[in-house]
Structures are given as structure tokens and as C-alpha cells.
């Protein structure tokens, strides 16, 4: 994790730190692997973001001329700055709205769909209970501007895939992996689509 200078305030008190995560294989195979992070101060939850076309990372193929790519500074500087700055925007967005009327839910269904037996008996799923638990009680989602806000929803995620009771055979290494590269990150980063996406259309 490469600390990078300046932090994103999305509410007063609430501070989140930039990181580039990188990751490298060290065997030659695969590529060197930058990741885009951000981690909020308050909770050391780690949120994920991904680049404006949609990839999750960005990647140096290891090769002969791989010091060369990796000296191509100012390029990756530009994107590392642009992705930031977007999900800074992004995140005080979601700081403004508040989720009254339902949509909590509605979120929570667009992250983590209901199945069609929950559906027929009209229940919702044991995870949804935790994260609307988090969501009402942690108190770094408590805090004046962020306590009921979209914002606060996905925070709410975040948390829950990042300190979630792990598998009994989990080890350490692995429960990184899930949260960094695997299926943590993929459903931080659906967590963060899907806001966006209701964002656009509660505003």
C-alpha cells in the first residue's frame, strides 16, 4: 500500500486517506498490478475504485521493456489524479442524500439481491439484517453528515465485507485476497456502481 499526499474530507470529520495498492507476483508470471484505494480514517474500512473505463486496476505486463512502462510517469500520475478526484465527487454526492422511504432497501437490493424464494415470502435476506444493524449503529456512521445518508449505506458495505466473520479455513493471506482482489473488492466496487447509479436518479 503506497500512501499517496493530501486526504478526500467528504464531511468535516470524515477523512479518507488515497492509497495504491500493488500487487506482484514475483515469479515473472502475470503482471504488476496497481489498485486504486481509499481508506476511511474514521474505521479503516478500504474502499475501492475503479478507473473510467471500468477497469478494476491497472496492469504492467513483466517483460524486457517493463522499467521503461514502469517509468511512464506522468501518464499513470494523470490517471491516479483523475480516478481520485472522481471518486471524491462521488463520495460527497452520496453524503448529500438521505435515504428515507425505502431506500435503504432499494440499495441493499441492488447490491445484494434478494432470491426468488425471499421474494415469494416476501423476506429479506440474514445479511441485509447485519448491514441495516451496521447502517443504524456503527458509530462512525453516526457521525453529523454522514448518519442516513447514501454515503453512510455504502460505508455499511464496505464494512461488512471487510470485517465479516471469516470462513472457518480461511487463513490471513486469503481473507486479504478477498478483501483486495477477489470477491470483497468485486462487491465494494458493485457497491459503489450502485450508488452512483441511484445517486443519479434520487438527486
Known sequence: MAKMPDAMEIVRGDECYKYLLLSNTHSGDGSVIVKFTAVRVVCQNTLMMAME??????????SKMMQ?????LSE??????????????MFKQLAQIQLADGRLNQYLEAVFPRTEAHKRK??????????????EKQPDLQLPGVQGTLWAAYNAVTRFEDYKQPRHEEQPEQR???????GGADIKLRALEKAKELAGQWN
Open 76 to 89: 499513470f500520475l494523470a490517471i491516479t489524479q483523475e480516478v481520485f478526484q472522481r471518486a471524491e465527487a
Open 53 to 62: 473505463d471500468g477497469q478494476k486496476a491497472y496492469r504492467v505486463r513483466h
Open 68 to 72: 521503461f512502462r514502469l517509468e511512464e
Open 176 to 182: 486479504l485476497e478477498r478483501m483486495w482482489f477477489s
Open 122 to 135: 416476501g423476506e429479506h435476506p440474514q445479511r441485509w439484517a447485519f448491514l441495516r444493524e451496521i447502517f
